[in-house]
């Protein structure tokens, strides 16, 4: 299995950005799949998850961020909108090939059990 992350790029505060993963793979409907993000200085932290059935966000990002999958091109999105600085990272798409395990919401965040594939970075770089 493969991901390729693709879409960042240099934006105003208040833009909007669409972000796309293009998975290699037989089962891709069976798959939960993630965006995590990276800021500079700070630790990576999941922002949202599609399962076959449900979606999940990060607080940060509820209201704002919108992931979707298409099961019919192998591919998910995660559309950004409202993009503040403070958005500014490196966005990393992953899978979960089991399709088994959970998120959960610990202490604010939301987490994932585990990823196995995961993708290169795509840049968002949101200007003030």
């Known amino acids: 299995v493969q991901l390729q992350a693709s879409g960042g790029g240099l934006v105003q505060t208040w833009d909007s950005l669409r972000l796309s993963c293009t998975v290699s793979g037989s089962r891709f409907s069976t798959y939960n799949l993630g965006w995590f993000r990276q800021a500079p200085g700070k630790e990576r932290e999941l922002v949202a998850v599609?399962?076959?059935?449900?979606?999940a966000y990060a607080d940060s990002v509820k209201g704002r961020f919108t992931i979707s999958r298409d099961n019919a091109k192998d591919m998910m999105y995660l559309q950004m909108n409202s993009l503040t600085p403070e958005d500014t990272a490196v966005y990393y798409c992953?899978?979960?090939?089991?399709?088994?395990?959970?998120?959960?919401?610990?202490?604010?965040?939301?987490?994932?059990?585990?990823?196995?594939?995961w993708g290169k970075g795509t840049l968002v770089t949101v200007s003030s």
């Open positions: 992953a899978l979960d090939s089991s399709g088994s395990l959970s998120y959960y919401y610990r202490d604010g965040s939301l987490e994932y059990e585990s990823m196995d594939y």
């Open positions: 599609v399962t076959r059935t449900r979606t």
